[in-house]
Nanobody, 112 residues
Framework: QVQLVESGGGLVQAGGSLRLSCTAS????????MGWYRQAPGKQREVVAS??????RYTDSVKGRFTISKDRAKNSLNLQMNNLKPEDTGIYYC???????WGQGTQVTVFS
């Protein structure tokens, strides 16, 4: 079972940026597919960005603002989040979809 650990969440004003990282217990480049999910208060967990080989997808609400990437040197899956909005608030999880491994989540709170 792959172990995943997220970091980088926090409290940020609307319009600000955060960079989330997810480190893996094995070679991140070999983990495919992977994704970032979020769970807003009172809502179901949803996928916000996914990486399936070279195919990257974003949910409509984050297109143009979020960027998913892998960092070989840090063995991490990253999510760069720019122009954050209050509706981006939630717990963000990374997931290895191939083996259904989840991290523990990191809280992102955006205030206006």
């Amino acid at each position: 079972q792959v172990q995943l650990v997220e970091s980088g969440g926090g409290l940020v004003q609307a319009g600000g940026s955060l960079r989330l990282s997810c480190t893996a217990s094995t070679n991140i480049i070999a983990l495919n597919p992977m994704g970032w999910y979020r769970q807003a208060p009172g809502k179901q967990r949803e996928v916000v960005a996914s990486m399936i080989s070279s195919n990257i997808r974003y949910t409509d609400s984050v297109k143009g603002r979020f960027t998913i990437s892998k960092d070989r040197a840090k063995n991490s899956l990253n999510l760069q989040m720019n122009n954050l909005k209050p509706e981006d608030t939630g717990i963000y999880y990374c997931r290895y979809m191939g083996g259904n491994s989840w991290g523990q989540g990191t809280q992102v709170t955006v205030f206006s």
